[in-house]
């Protein structure tokens, strides 16, 4: 069974602080999402990575994969309270096979 | 471009009832279909998912059922609800064929069992 850990569970920080949250797995994925939920809210996709070693950035935000495609990271420059929500990642399988998701880290940030 | 529809929104049920939630998608066609429940603004558990018309995928045991009777409406049903059965539910699709993957979800429907 493909596992995906991520961390941490929860982060408060103030605004203009940088974070970084991880999200690791044993099984190797052919491609890796990140999404963002906010509260009564269905998650957005905000970045699918596929190669091993890829970085993607969005504004303030930077996404990598790892070179062996097990592991990915997240992380926000100067954060702002519009960060705030439940960051989710989910890894890719082949075929059909349904994505895999990570319990996901709560993040808030206070103005 | 696509868009996923939930109906309702929210939803207060008693204990013993039975429930109907119906997902739509506009804009693809053959994708594949996916009924998620969240529980306290954590993790999501996939439920089912579908690779095409009657074609139904159960990933957890429990008094939930779900159809697809046309290529793009997805319905997650259950005969007599149970208190544990209150939660988020979202739906989801992708599409159906291989390369990117990346899957989209509906606004969900907050379903509350009283």
């Known amino acids: 069974t493909q596992l995906l850990e991520q961390s941490p569970q929860f982060l408060s920080i103030q605004e203009g602080e940088n974070l970084t949250v991880y999200c690791n797995s044993s099984s190797v994925f052919s491609s890796l999402q990140w999404y963002r939920q906010e509260p009564g809210e269905g998650p957005v996709l905000l970045v699918t990575v596929v190669t091993g070693g890829e970085v993607k950035k969005l504004k303030r935000l930077t996404f990598q994969f790892g070179d062996a495609r097990k592991d990915s990271s997240l992380h926000i420059t100067a954060a702002q309270p519009g960060d705030t929500g439940l960051y989710l990642c989910a890894g890719a399988g082949s075929g059909n096979t349904p994505l895999v998701f990570g319990k996901g880290t709560r993040l808030s940030v206070i103005a | 471009s696509q868009t996923i529809h939930q109906w309702p929104a929210t939803l207060v049920q008693p204990v013993g009832s039975p429930l109907s939630l119906e997902c739509t998608v506009e804009g693809t066609s053959n994708p594949n279909l996916y009924w998620y429940r969240q529980a306290a603004g954590r993790g999501l558990q996939l439920l089912f998912y579908?690779?095409?018309?009657?074609?139904i995928s159960s990933e957890v045991p429990q008094n939930l059922s779900a159809s697809r009777p046309q290529d793009r409406q997805f319905i997650l049903s259950s005969k007599k609800l149970l208190l544990s059965d209150s939660g988020f539910y979202l739906c989801?699709?992708?599409?159906?064929?291989?390369?990117?993957?990346?899957?989209?979800f509906g606004p969900g429907t907050r379903l509350t069992v009283t």
């Open positions: 579908s690779v095409g018309i009657g074609q």
């Open positions: 989801a699709w992708r599409t159906g064929t291989s390369g990117l993957y990346e899957q989209y």
